[in-house]
């Protein structure tokens, strides 16, 4: 059984949306939060949003605040990115990771080793202009 099945990637023309879809299996939201990731082609791994039960905060990286929002639907265990107006700058494979919910956004946004539990398969996401 896989921890953790990103969904719902594709290719989309600039300004469309997608909802991509991260499932976690073996483990609930009350013991893992989930962060999202991205890499685009040629370049490092950035986080796009972080929830810190600790901070009582959500992080949303600047190039996507006002365009992605997230969901949680804790009985299915599934949480959502929803990704509107999409650019082609967004265009990159799209990680969920799960780590404890004490760890701080800085810790996880920092991508810091040793701090997550999970990742995800990634899914390819593709933005055409």
């Known amino acids: 059984e896989v921890p953790l099945v990103e969904s719902g990637g594709g290719l989309v023309p600039a300004g469309g949306s997608l909802r991509l879809s991260c499932a976690a299996s073996?483990?609930?939201?009350?013991?893992?939060?989930i962060a999202w990731f991205r890499q685009a082609p040629g370049k490092g791994r950035e986080a796009v949003s972080c929830?810190?039960?600790?901070?009582?905060?959500?992080y949303l990286a600047e190039s996507v605040k006002g365009r992605f929002t997230l969901s949680t639907d804790d009985a299915n265990n599934t949480v959502y990115l929803e990704m509107n107006n999409l650019k082609p700058e967004d265009t990159a494979v799209y990680y969920c990771?799960?780590?404890?919910?004490?760890?701080?956004?800085?810790?996880?946004?920092?991508?810091?080793?040793?701090?997550?539990?999970?990742w995800g398969q990634g899914i390819q996401v593709t933005v055409s202009s």
């Open positions: 990771a799960g780590y404890r919910p004490s760890i701080t956004c800085i810790i996880v946004t920092q991508q810091a080793p040793g701090h997550f539990s999970y």
């Open positions: 073996g483990f609930t939201f009350d013991d893992f939060a």
């Open positions: 929830f810190s039960t600790a901070e009582s905060t959500l």
